[in-house]
């Protein structure tokens, strides 16, 4: 495999990422991992050549600007976090889950306050920083994200939401990572968004590590919409412990370069993943997600459901791997990835990948790569609907099975209001 | 009063297997004003669903001359939607079925397509209005919320094209072959909300084989079609005249060298129709 030609990686940006007064492990996780980073090779994405995005090209003298917009700072109220760039603007989680021992901050802030805890579960469970140069590359440059901790038994009702903005106003470097641990029998639901403001050209990387512990139920729910000229590397990543639960919605509707990597290793005896995700890509974009869960542990269950829809010049890849590792006895794994393309220069793909390495197990998959069925389309605008919002209608329609699963219904309205504004844009230009 | 005009139209299909290009209709004139009840008559084959397409703008059809249009104005260089908002609806005979849209969500848009962006219909008139059509259409509100068309039977799939046409009140409705699949009952039901929207400012154009169907919508103008051209216009004792003497007889009657294909299966097809259930 190919080490990337556009490595470019100074030293400078390792001391440049490092936190004020942060703590000697951390520092130490950033250097080994630095080291590594050159030497590994980067990850493989099916069917999808992204070797030439400048994923890696940060800014050496990245800069930092601490004033907010004031559109940012009106959003601020529905939020429990929002940062800009590596600048938290807000971190607030009611009285009663401090009380209860719920654990809140930025990534800074908990590498000092919480050191012991957040050290148990950044960068050893769920992602490696030595898996390939991505993870090493987030470990070694991290500069924003949050901790969040919900101790044994804790059950919080109201969804922790976070906004995480990608700052180009200027050149800014973003490398963010997210740890969300649930201790025995808690549950917590928590919704990510993230998007840019300004029109500079960065990269971006973005780790969420979500740790499942005995009995806990998480539900995750992502909106990524970073722009155009932001070339992305997502990794979101369960480790789900015995009879716990993730349900993942993610909506994928970045306008640029992406590569995600949407992962659940079951690990527990009787874990479940649920990961529901919907993406749509539009102008030259390329977006190539690989979605997979690993059972490991027996009568585990893991079941993928994506959408994906295309516009104009751009691509969609949906790489589903369903893997069954030997011993995970009675387990379960089921996908089902869709493609609706929408323009004839569009290109649309959606590869099933199942990796079994057990008898004693249930597993299957359905893959579709298609076109707007006509006479739907003949049907609707014969009842006076534009062509555009036939087709959007025909779009949310195809989306609808992923959509009406989401599971908060303030994300579902969002994702549904954003899929809209995302498939007026690229059908103007059509 | 508005008039939609149909004049010495010529409609060809391609066939996408064999590269063939087949006129179906060959000179079709008709004149329906609002406030009048048409209905065409004929056997199978002879262009009736050909001929509701092309009004309504399906680009499957070909049009290689004549012209269709509303008052005065011609309608062949608009698309199917720009056709819909100036009046014209279709009642298929065969509906798409279209999932994740319910039916309610639908008809909301259609409306609203016809609406300007500061004056959509309120959610509150919306719901009576349609409170009021399912009911006189014998239809559960649960119908309204199902998705589009996905697994009505095919009795509720006519049901939903009438509802859906009191809902959007259109000037010109045509409505293809509403009476086939449905039983008498039904049948009834429907007729009943297509004579609600009997106004001067609604005109209707009826496609069907049998006369059963002008017993509960009673025609202005009767036309028999064969062959692609309307070859006689009457009164409502046309279409029992034709109950009486069949399609080959008039068409014997009237000296026309039309070959009716369907000829010895008309009566056939009539007998398996399918039910509402």
């Known amino acids: 495999m190919p080490k990337s030609a556009v490595l470019a990686l100074d030293p400078v940006l390792l001391s440049a990422a490092k936190f004020d007064d942060e703590p000697q492990w951390l520092t130490d996780l950033r250097q080994s991992s630095w080291d590594k980073a050159k030497e590994l090779a980067l990850p493989e994405f099916a069917k999808i050549n992204y070797r030439h995005w400048p994923l890696l090209e940060f800014a050496q003298d990245g800069q930092t600007n601490t004033n907010i917009p004031d559109d940012i700072q009106a959003e601020t109220e529905s939020y429990n976090f929002v940062s800009v760039g590596k600048t938290t603007v807000k971190s607030a989680i009611p009285d009663d889950l401090v009380k209860q021992g719920v654990v809140f901050c930025d990534l800074q802030t908990a590498a000092k306050k919480h050191a012991e805890l957040l050290s148990k579960y950044l960068f050893t469970k769920a992602i490696k920083p030595d898996e390939d140069r991505l993870t090493a590359v987030n470990a070694s440059l991290m500069d924003s994200g949050v901790f969040l901790y919900v101790p044994h038994d804790v059950s919080i009702k109201e969804p922790i939401s976070l906004l995480q903005v990608q700052d180009s106003r200027q050149k800014t470097n973003f490398v963010n990572h997210n740890v969300i641990v649930t201790d025995d029998n808690s549950s917590v639901q928590v919704l990510q968004r993230t998007e840019t403001i300004g029109d500079a050209e960065n990269p971006a990387s973005v780790a969420v590590e979500v740790i499942s512990g005995p009995g806990s139920h998480i539900k995750f729910s992502s909106l990524d919409s970073l722009s155009e000229k932001t070339n992305a590397y997502f990794n979101r990543r369960g480790h789900l412990e015995k009879d716990s639960e993730i349900d993942w919605t993610m909506g994928v509707l970045n306008d640029g370069n992406t590569i995600a990597d949407f992962d659940s290793d079951l690990k527990g005896t009787g874990s479940h993943a649920e990961v529901q995700t919907v993406a749509i890509s539009t102008g030259k974009q390329t977006q190539g997600i690989d979605t997979s869960v690993t059972n490991y542990g027996k009568h585990s269950e893991g079941n993928i459901l994506q959408r994906g829809v295309l516009l104009e010049k751009s691509a969609l890849v949906f790489n589903g791997v369903g893997k069954i590792i030997h011993g995970a006895h009675g387990s379960k794994a089921q996908q089902e990835n869709r493609i609706l393309m929408l323009s004839p220069e569009a290109r649309g793909d959606a590869n099933p990948i199942l990796l079994i390495d057990e008898n004693d197990v249930i597993a299957g998959h359905a893959a579709s790569v298609g076109r707007v069925d006509q006479k739907q389309l003949y049907y609707l605008m014969s009842r006076g609907l534009t062509k555009e919002v036939a087709q959007r209608l025909v779009i949310l329609g195809f989306l609808g099975v992923v959509l009406t699963e989401i599971p908060i219904a303030a994300v579902r309205n969002q994702m549904i209001a954003m899929i809209e504004r995302k498939l007026i844009n690229g059908q103007r230009t059509e | ?277």
Do not use: C
């Open chain 2, 1 to 277: 009063m508005s008039t939609l005009k149909v004049t010495d139209l010529h409609v060809s299909v391609t066939d996408e297997e064999e590269k063939t290009e087949r006129e179906i209709l060959k000179g079709v004139d008709l004149t329906i004003n609002t406030g009048e009840t048409h209905a065409i008559m004929g056997p199978n084959g002879t262009g009736k669903s050909t001929l509701s397409e092309t009004i309504m703008g399906n680009p499957n059809y070909i049009v290689t001359q004549g012209d269709v249009t509303i008052d005065g104005e011609s309608i062949l260089g608009k698309p199917v939607d720009e056709r819909a908002r100036l009046g014209l609806f279709l009642a298929m005979q065969y509906p798409a079925e279209i999932k994740g849209i319910t039916n309610a969500e639908f008809m909301r848009a259609a409306i609203n397509s016809r609406r300007a962006d500061d004056d959509q219909i309120s959610i509150r008139s919306f719901l009576k209005e349609l409170d009021k059509n399912i009911k006189t259409l014998n239809m559960t509100e649960e119908m309204t919320e199902r998705y589009l068309n996905e697994g009505f039977s095919g009795g509720e799939k006519k049901r939903n094209e009438i509802l859906q046409l009191m809902m959007i009140k259109p000037k010109f409705a045509i409505l293809d072959e509403i009476d086939s699949g449905l039983d008498i009952d039904a049948l009834q039901v429907v007729a009943q909300g297509v004579n609600e929207m009997a106004s001067p400012d609604f005109g209707t154009l009826m496609i069907t084989h049998y006369q059963r169907l002008l017993n509960y919508i009673h025609p202005d103008q009767v036309h028999v079609m064969m062959d692609g051209r309307i070859v006689k216009t009457g009164d409502a004792s046309l279409a029992e005249e034709l109950e009486e003497k069949g399609y080959a007889g008039l068409r014997d009657e009237l000296g026309i060298d039309a070959n009716l294909v369907d000829d010895d299966v008309d009566q056939t097809a009539d007998a398996t129709g399918n039910g509402d259930d």
